[in-house]
């Protein structure tokens, strides 16, 4: 084996040809993914943005994701968004976990003006999806957003969210 | 974003240009008067030629400093949205009297994505506002407001 250059998130060795596509998956850009959303009625005429990055050959993966409400929207349980990949839960004894922290939210009551937050979390052990934890219930910020909390979600109502996790696949 | 075609030329510059590095940038902020003796440091890394941005920012506020508004801070670069309240990131103040930790996470301020605001901010009922004059505390000489996070550069 030979001298070890990092470029990026690649290992390279010696007498590796450089290729255009390595050189090119080195890059850090995005892509949009189809997310499927569980408890989640959109609304007529409401839109839901998911993009994730991937760079390299590594494991980290970046996802964002934007819904604006449209008309008649709700939530009828606690609500859930898939990943662009499947997170590993699992710790270095292998023991699968549910919610390990992967980012953060912000829900924008649009006519009240409020802006609730919370954070992230892995919503089952196979890593495939988050829930919203943090939000307001009328008492403390204790629970995922579900239906009507941290408040009833309406019209033109903005929910975003962003984090990282490692990628089980 | 760069995108790299068989035969291009790998340069120096180009190398340089993939290693991850952190500078500061001159952030423009909005109702927050930093006090006397207060400072603001603001950074980002941009990764090789790629739209990810990562950034941060710390303020140690002085003597008698003031948010007059709802406070809004300029990113490095704008970011890639056409609406408001992207999630974008993490807060963290610090009432250095009591010490109160309060915390929340960061939106896109306008359509041009070029500002963050502050979300999840306590007003004394709920976690519901946005850093503004007297939410979640009103500021003094000492405190600390802090954020992190990365988005997608236009």
């Not at chain 1, 988050?130 to 403390?140: C, E, L, Y």
């Not at chain 2, 090789?48 to 003597?63: A, K, R």
């Amino acid at each position: 084996m030979g001298r070890v250059v990092h470029l990026g998130v690649k290992t390279f060795t010696n007498g590796e040809i450089l290729t255009a596509p390595i050189l090119n998956a080195s890059m850090w850009s995005f892509a949009t993914y189809k997310a499927t959303t569980d408890g989640v009625t959109i609304g007529s005429g409401g839109t839901i943005t998911t993009n994730y990055c991937r760079p390299g050959r590594g494991d980290l993966v970046f996802f964002n994701g934007h819904i604006v409400f449209g008309t008649s929207p709700s939530f009828s349980t606690v609500i859930t968004v898939t990943l662009p990949t499947n997170a590993n839960t699992s710790d270095f004894d292998l023991i699968d976990r549910v919610q390990w922290c992967a980012g953060s939210w912000v829900f924008r009551d649009n006519s009240a003006v409020y802006h609730y937050a919370g954070s992230l979390g892995v919503w089952n052990v196979s890593g495939t999806e988050v829930s919203f934890g943090g939000a307001w219930n009328g008492t403390s910020p204790r629970r995922r957003i579900e239906s009507a909390v941290p408040f009833t979600v309406a019209v033109d109502d903005v929910l975003s969210w962003e984090g990282y996790y490692v990628s089980n696949t | 974003m760069k995108t790299f075609a068989t035969g291009d030329k790998i340069t120096s510059s180009i190398l340089n240009s993939t290693m991850w590095s952190f500078a500061a940038y001159t952030a423009t902020t909005t109702a927050i008067t930093l006090g006397t003796g207060g400072v603001i440091t603001t950074n980002y890394c941009r990764i090789g030629t790629g739209d990810l941005v990562f950034f941060n920012g710390y303020i140690t506020f002085g003597t008698s400093p003031a948010i007059t508004a709802t406070c809004h801070i300029t990113l490095p670069t704008a970011a890639d949205v056409t609406a408001i309240q992207w999630c974008v990131g993490s807060w963290v103040f610090r009432d250095d009297s009591v010490p109160d930790h309060y915390a929340g996470s960061l939106g896109i301020w306008d359509t041009g994505g070029a500002e963050i605001s502050f979300a999840g901010a306590w007003d004394g009922t709920a976690p519901r506002d946005r850093v503004r004059v007297g939410v979640p505390m009103t500021v003094a000489v000492g405190d600390r407001l802090s954020w992190e996070g990365w988005y997608i550069s236009a």
